[in-house]
């Protein structure tokens, strides 16, 4: 099966997916339109959709012929951002003002569908079965966890996940073993203080005082207290408190901010030690410190051998010997990541980069674009890997 032949063939189809859902953008967890699109294309092919009363995103499993198997998962995500396109003169161009497919995921629904077409039309090449999964809700970064408590992985022996990404040249593809993206988890810290005015400071006590020094604390996290091989970033990225008056000192701030790292072990200690510099600092300055962690998606850690070296296979087969290149650990996150802690998994990078055809902003840009040229290999790369995990199985 020449997956490659196959997926240029269906080309101007990918493309005008990818028109028609730039043009209509949807947030996550409001893509109910998408997911209508999506489950009306899939019944065209004659797969069977499942959609979901209480989430969006929906799911086509496509039955191979050719004998019993195992079962592939292919994911792709189909929300946007809360963004307004730049050039508004594309005649795709977004037609929801304010919210934009500024990272890609119209090109990543566009390009399974390619594969969902292809995979349709020939059945009789795989044993198994192929689950599409149209994922709602990944900028969110909570939003995958809803399919997994759905049960929909589990019938699932691996899963295939892959985006584009506009530090890559088109034409390159990257597939490396180990850590790949971040974990992004998020902590907030209230301190609460006594008001008093501003010239008698020591009749109270100043949370903005003490939450400027919680702040100064953490960074101590990051450059004393963590091993400096361990890739570690901890922001606080809003400040808000509840003063009304300049003469007076406020009753209480709110500190919330992000931590990335790759370290599993390391992450899960991360709680305790925030809250540990929180409370010395601010109670130490009399306030009243109450912290809180959330856990988002995890590190996105390539560590399944067997599938990262299928992955590249593909890669070359449908791109060509020389596609493949190295690329940096990534410390943005990616929910796929929840999905990999329940099934093996592998995760690709495809690049979209071209400068000649002034394509070069980065992902979550007003003028984000991609070289659409290069869709067509990620719907072969699905394709063919679908179908030689299948039949080694």
């Not at 003469?247 to 500190?255: N, T």
């Not at 329940?342 to 690709?348: I, T």
């Not at 890997?385 to 080694?392: D, Q």
Request: proline letters at 5%; charged letters at 25%; aromatic letters at 6%.
């Amino acid at each position: 099966m020449d997956a490659k032949t196959l997926a240029a063939a269906e080309k101007d189809y990918i493309l005008a997916q990818r028109h028609d859902l730039h043009a209509h953008p949807e947030l996550g967890r409001e893509e109910k339109n998408t997911t209508a699109h999506i489950a009306a294309e899939l019944t065209k092919m004659r797969i069977p959709v499942q959609t979901f009363p209480d989430i969006t995103g929906c799911i086509g499993t496509i039955q191979g012929t050719k004998g019993p198997g195992k079962t592939l998962m292919l994911r792709a995500d189909i929300d946007a951002l809360p963004i307004q396109e730049a050039d508004t003169t594309k005649s795709y161009a977004s037609r929801n003002p304010g919210v934009m497919h500024a990272c890609g995921h119209d090109c990543h629904t566009a390009m399974l569908l390619g594969a969902a077409k292809i995979l349709s039309t020939h059945r009789d090449a795989f044993p198994g079965k192929v689950k599409l999964l149209f994922q709602m809700g990944e900028e969110i970064g909570t939003e995958s966890r809803h399919y997994v408590e759905k049960g929909c992985l589990e019938d699932v022996d691996a899963i295939f996940g892959m985006h584009i990404w506009a530090l890559l040249e088109a034409g390159t593809a990257n597939l490396e073993d180990g850590e790949r993206m971040a974990c992004s988890d998020r902590f907030t810290i209230t301190l609460t203080g006594k008001p008093a005015p501003s010239d008698a400071p020591e009749q109270g006590a100043d949370p903005i005082a003490a939450a400027a020094s919680v702040i100064l604390g953490l960074q101590q996290l990051v450059s004393r207290k963590n091993d400096p091989e361990n890739t570690f970033v901890l922001t606080v990225g809003m400040m808000n408190s509840d003063g009304e008056q300049k003469g007076h000192l406020a009753r209480s701030v709110q500190l919330v901010g992000t931590t990335r790292t790759f370290n599993k072990a390391f992450r899960k200690t991360l709680p305790q030690r925030i809250e540990k510099v929180a409370r010395a600092i601010g109670e130490g300055l009399d306030c009243q410190v109450a912290c809180t962690y959330f856990f988002g998606p995890g590190p996105l850690i390539n560590e399944y051998q067997e599938l990262n070296d299928l992955g590249r296979k593909v890669v070359r087969e449908v791109m060509g010997p020389e596609a493949l290149v190295p690329m940096e650990k990534q410390m943005g996150a990616e929910d796929f990541s929840v999905f990999m802690e329940k099934v093996p998994g592998v995760f690709l990078f495809l690049g979209a980069r071209n400068e000649k055809k002034g394509i070069c902003c980065v992902h979550h840009h007003p003028a984000f674009d991609v070289d659409e040229d290069v869709l067509p290999y990620g719907t072969g790369i699905e394709v063919a890997f679908a179908v030689e995990y299948l039949n080694r199985s």
